[in-house]
């Protein structure tokens, strides 16, 4: 049997239990969650799976030492315990990404500098040259995790984040992260089972990631920047192959509906900018339709939309906005579930329907709330408590 290694895949607050589950189908073993990212066991083809297919990560990671340090020298001498020559030669780059929390190493930047001291002088020590740094495309990109005393060192699998699709080269104002968004339409349960609709779907995510989904193609078929993995020098080019087809076969066509609309023209051509960008064109029907005047395409479906949530956003009374939303929900969407992300808590109080789940997320460092409204003929009943 192929050597069983610990990953860590990353993700965003609330998609933890999405994320799990998409290892589990990708044949991990020892899936646990933890904060804001998953804990799983598997061998080199499970890396390389959950890299190209996994839609609710942001990275993932290869853990290859774990210490105890209490001050800078401790940090220093643990990091260069590692042999770091097995993953690296001393002309090739690195970069180096942390993450702190506590007292003991309050800054993200100095952990990140005192990592890279130790590994590039543990190569000048040895064959009196070192790596260079180089935070765009390195050879290896480091990961430091600080909490307290305990250091975590990982190898980035990923490089470049796995939000990168590749699709969106067109956007208006505050898209949404594909990851949050694929994670979204998990949440919802929405399997390409029925009719898909994002009724303001700005620059087109949630649509091109539902579309991606129906017809099953991977996350990372588009992607630009390759993997962290590929310049790795144990990169098995055979596997990664395998790998990449037996997803690729997957392809199919779209099974269901898939419509974007926003009233917005530019946000309207943007969308059709990466729609063909994701290769979707055959696949979603794009119109520019305020959503007062959006007609239900069918009996039942799933509607998943993140709307404007400030003022900033061209609409002036939020108010009497997400009220409107929920009456034109009452009205024309009878048969439908919608949700409805916003970190506007007050203006979804303003909805006025009953909320049948509501879960925590963030968008960015916006604090948000996941709603979901099932419509049926007559819904009509209000949900003070929201
Ligand atoms: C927060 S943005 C959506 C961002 C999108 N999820 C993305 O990833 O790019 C909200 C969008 O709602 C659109 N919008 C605002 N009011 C609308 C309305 N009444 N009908 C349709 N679209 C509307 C705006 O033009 C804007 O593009």
Not at 38 to 45: I, K, P, Q
Not at 253 to 281: F, L, W
Request: one cysteine or more.
């Amino acid at each position: 049997m192929a050597e069983q290694q610990i990953f860590i895949a990353k993700t965003m607050y609330g998609l933890e239990p999405i994320l799990a589950e998409e290892l589990r189908q990708l044949g991990a073993k020892n899936v646990q969650e933890i904060k804001r990212a998953v804990l799983f066991e598997g061998d080199t083809r499970i890396l390389y799976k959950a890299n190209y297919s996994a839609r609710s990560a942001l990275r993932v990671l290869v853990p290859v030492h774990s210490f105890e340090a209490t001050n800078e020298k401790e940090f220093y001498a643990g990091v260069r315990t590692v042999d770091w020559s097995q993953y690296l030669n001393p002309t090739d780059t690195i970069a180096v990404d942390s993450f702190t929390q506590g007292d003991v190493f309050r800054h993200a930047q100095f952990a990140a500098l005192l990592t890279k001291d130790a590994v590039v002088d543990q190569f000048r020590d040895k064959y009196s040259r070192r790596p260079n740094v180089n935070v765009v495309s390195p050879h290896l990109r480091i990961n430091v995790h600080v909490q307290g005393t305990k250091i975590d060192l990982a190898l980035d699998a990923s490089g470049d984040s796995l939000h990168r699709r590749g699709y969106r080269t067109a956007t208006v104002e505050a898209p949404l992260n594909e990851v949050l968004a694929a994670g979204m339409i998990l949440l919802s349960g929405w399997n390409a089972d029925g009719d898909f609709v994002d009724p303001m779907c700005g620059s087109g995510t949630i649509p091109i990631e539902a579309a991606w989904m129906a017809t099953r193609t991977p996350p990372q078929y588009k992607r630009v920047a390759g993997f962290g993995f590929f310049k790795w020098p144990n990169f098995d080019e055979t596997l990664w192959n395998e790998v990449k087809q037996a997803a690729d076969d997957q392809i199919r066509p779209c099974p269901v509906k898939i419509y974007g609309s926003d009233m917005d023209s530019r946000a309207r051509n943007a969308t059709a900018v990466n729609i063909m960008g994701a290769g979707m064109e055959n696949n979603i029907r794009l119109q520019s339709v305020a959503f007062d005047k959006l007609l239900r395409p069918s009996n039942s479906g799933v509607l998943i939309t993140n709307p404007p949530y400030d003022e900033r956003m061209r609409v002036e009374d939020m108010t009497t906005f997400y009220k409107a939303i929920g009456d034109r929900f009452k009205k024309q969407w009878m048969g439908w579930d919608a949700w409805l992300i916003s970190s506007n808590r007050a203006a979804l109080k303003q909805v006025g329907l009953r909320t049948s789940k509501r879960l925590a997320l963030f968008n960015g460092p916006l604090e948000c709330s996941f709603h979901k409204f099932e419509m049926y003929e007559g819904t009509k009943n209000t949900d003070p408590g929201v």
